[in-house]
């Protein structure tokens, strides 16, 4: 078994990575941080894993013996799987209680695989920045097509929107789009995807650590808009490029397959999230605007005669796990 977090040497960063089940992804990823990491004195890996039961620890800890990576790579192996926030938090909570200040952490998913200069760029962006509380990559496909990466809170017309699909309206709507279109340059944003997501340690300091509640999605959404309520802005860096092979520990993003029905710990995570930040009415006017666009959107793809591209049982699923169902308890 790989040593655990050594909190007694200065870390200048951070990296924090939670494994489930995906072991052979996140030794790719290892592999990939090598040299990126002995670019940077001071920084350190530690990797979470979220209690996969399939061997995954013991295959990341042979790789750890194997490649000698024990200088600046430690396996933390959780008791249970309390989701993306707990396992993140696992990492960084030891890290904030260290009498020796870590400067940054760099939260990175298993199944990205990081380009060259990847977090050097993030990490220079925020030490010329100290304003900015947190920064995101340009996350990309292997053939280096971009992915969304930068986004908008979640509102109510931005829900309308998404449910209704119609390019008239979505024109119309475009500053509410959560899903803006994808710049080439740096830019302030609302909030950045959690696989690769750099943070400041003063934030943490200012608003406390990702919220364990949500089991899995809106956790990073949530942190940054807490973070953004606190003075902190959240910028995108397009200079830091990491490849993203989306949904392979949860399988709900990856749209190289055919949709899956949501999970409902996806609907729990947004309910959470309105309701938290916003309140019944506000939530219950999200949802309406959700259901009733997708309703719309649902009868003119049949007379339009359109694919059905749409996970399973989506709109009854999205219904009976809405505030007026569930009600409005968090």
Not at 76 to 82: A, D, K, R, T, V
Not at 89 to 103: D, F, Q, V, Y
Request: proline share 5%.
């Amino acid at each position: 078994m790989s040593n655990m977090v050594q909190l007694d040497q200065a870390t200048t960063l951070l990296v924090v990575v939670l494994n489930y089940r995906t072991a052979a992804l996140t030794i790719d990823c290892l592999h990939a941080l090598a040299e990126e990491i002995s670019a940077i004195p001071g920084s350190y890996v530690v990797v979470t894993d979220n209690a996969s039961g399939d061997g995954s620890v013991e295959k990341i800890a042979a790789a750890i013996d194997t490649n000698q990576w024990h200088e600046w790579v430690a396996l933390m192996p959780l008791e249970h799987n309390g989701g993306f926030a707990f396992g993140n938090n696992a990492a960084i909570r030891p890290a904030l209680e260290s009498t020796i200040p870590c400067p940054y952490v760099l939260l990175l998913n298993p199944d990205t695989v990081i380009r060259p200069g990847a977090v050097k760029a993030l990490l220079d962006f925020m030490h010329e920045q100290p304003e900015v509380g947190i920064a995101g990559s340009r996350l990309e496909d292997l053939d280096t097509t971009s992915q969304q990466s930068a986004f908008r809170f979640p509102n109510v017309l931005g829900e309308l929107d998404f449910g209704l699909r119609l390019g008239i309206a979505s024109k119309l709507l475009a500053q509410w789009a959560v899903v803006p279109q994808v710049a080439d340059h740096p830019h302030q944003t609302d909030w950045v995807a959690g696989a690769s997501m750099m943070i400041r340690r003063e934030v943490f300091d200012s608003i406390g650590l990702l919220d364990e509640s949500y089991f899995m999605y809106f956790e990073e959404v949530d942190f940054c808009l807490r973070a953004h309520r606190a003075g902190w802005s959240c910028w995108y860096v397009p200079q830091s490029h990491v490849v993203h092979f989306v949904g392979q520990s949860s399988g709900v993003t990856d749209s190289k397959r055919p949709p899956k029905r949501m999970p409902t710990y996806w609907f729990d995570s947004r309910r959470r999230y309105f309701l938290k930040n916003h309140g019944w009415l506000y939530a219950a006017l999200a949802d309406a605007a959700w259901l009733s666009g997708f309703t719309l959107w649902r009868w003119r793809r049949v007379i339009q005669r359109k694919p059905d591209t749409d996970p399973p049982k989506i709109w009854s699923d999205f219904l009976l796990n809405s505030v007026f169902v569930r009600g409005g308890q968090i």
